[in-house]
């Protein structure tokens, strides 16, 4: 069994429209005969794509059955050469949890929180994109940010680019203000400009040059239009968030769950078409993903704490 086929049976999509999709994880029996939400499950998938989104979608799945835990334990320090994930390792090894409001002085560490991952995960085994490139790569490798985007992705169906943000939040009203406030940063004419050119570079520096990547460095040219760019772009934005919903509840199939998380993705979809409010936006093709889970701060924690473990694998 794939991990795309792990993936349904471990996270259930409520809502799946053209501009709002929402995922949850269930629930199950634990050995105490107690119905417990997945969170074990949840990670340990996740954690099963980290060479793919460390090395990139090239590099990352070819992997010969011989080279599994080197590979793994590679990918692992990779992550962890970057100052983010190792700053936010420390943190929330020793409970001491991020905050929605942390201070501009600290704001970077919240791309130590698994954020991109999550964005990664669901948009290669949900919405059938592929990575163009890596970011944490080339961040490995060059010692600086890539790109503003949390995800490059392109979808060869549609022939449209993906570019993602995505937020960790306890409050999912807090994580879609963040998640207006990068449309408004990154969706201008300067920031785009940049950030297509730093792509182009890195999806050459790849040496991966295949028909498909030269046609998305022919729309990213910038002598291609504007408005012919955004018209093959998708921008997906992921708020995973903490909900009490997981507390008071232990089974997804009941109606009252069920109930009550509709209105919740409701709610929070109302709140980002009522904040929401860009120059471009009859031009942008955007898509809210949310993702509610049991606890943020734990997920996170859990993270880590197998990563920590995979570094090891190699020693």
Not at 105 to 125: M, T, W
Not at 204 to 229: I, R
Not at 264 to 276: G, Q, T
Request: proline residues 2%; negative net charge; aromatic residues 10%.
């Amino acid at each position: 069994m794939d991990i795309r086929e792990k993936a349904t049976k471990v996270i259930n999509t409520k809502v799946n429209g053209d501009d709002l999709v929402s995922y949850y994880v269930g629930f199950d029996l634990n050995d105490a005969g107690e119905m417990e939400y997945r969170l074990k499950e949840f990670v340990n998938i996740l954690i099963n794509i980290i060479p793919e989104f460390a090395f990139g979608h090239h590099q990352g799945t070819k992997t010969d059955n011989t080279e599994i835990i080197t590979k793994v334990s590679e990918a692992a320090r990779a992550i962890y050469k970057i100052k983010e994930f190792r700053e936010v390792s420390d943190l929330y090894l020793d409970d001491k949890f991020l905050d929605d409001d942390i201070g501009i002085e600290k704001k970077y560490l919240k791309r130590g929180e698994f954020g991109e991952l999550i964005l990664h995960f669901l948009l290669k085994n949900f919405h059938g994109t592929v990575p163009l490139i890596s970011k944490v790569y080339f961040k490995d490798s060059y010692g600086h940010a890539v790109h503003g985007f949390d995800s490059v992705h392109v979808h060869d169906e549609s022939k449209t680019l993906w570019l993602g943000e995505s937020k960790l939040y306890t409050d999912g009203k807090k994580g879609l203000s963040a998640l207006i406030e990068d449309i408004k940063e990154h969706f201008n004419r300067n920031y785009l400009n940049d950030e297509f050119s730093i792509i182009s570079k890195r999806v050459k520096d790849s040496g991966h040059l295949e028909d498909s990547a030269k046609t998305w460095l022919d729309l990213l040219d910038s002598s291609t239009k504007l408005a012919e760019k955004l018209n093959k772009i998708v921008v997906p934005l992921i708020c995973t968030y903490s909900c009490d919903l997981f507390n008071k509840h232990s089974n997804e199939d009941d109606k009252d769950f069920l109930l009550e998380y509709q209105q919740e993705v409701e709610n929070l979809k109302k709140h980002f078409d009522d904040n929401y409010n860009h120059p471009w936006k009859q031009n942008l093709q955007v898509i809210v993903i949310l993702f509610p889970v049991q606890s943020k701060n734990q997920l996170i924690k859990k993270l880590h704490e197998k990563l920590v473990f995979m570094q090891k694998l190699g020693d």
